[in-house]
């Protein structure tokens, strides 16, 4: 498994937000991303490609989805970005190596 920068950087502003609106919420945030993060061990390909060989994982209670690729080849997961729901595709693929 391997996380890449900008996808904690992700992590850290909303949890930053959250816990801004409202405490302890940042980190149920954090607690539950990192839950979602880990199940994609367990089994990478139980959710969709999306778009360039990428997969989205909703992070069960928050409007947030992680992006990560499955490479083969070196048996690992990858995950570029964790984003809002809401925000465009094109924002998305910032991230893509």
Known sequence: MKIDVDALNDIQE????????VKGLGLRYKS???????S???DPYLFSIKY???RCRKIEKF???????VEENIKTVTI?????TS???EIWKRNIK
């Open 40 to 42: 994609l061990k367990k």
């Open 63 to 69: 409007p947030f989805l992680i992006h990560y690729v």
């Open 87 to 89: 925000r465009s595709p």
């Open 14 to 21: 909303t949890t930053e937000w959250y816990e801004s609106q």
């Open 52 to 54: 360039n060989e990428t």
């Open 32 to 38: 539950q991303t990192k839950k979602q993060i880990t």
């Open 80 to 84: 570029f970005a964790v984003f809002h």
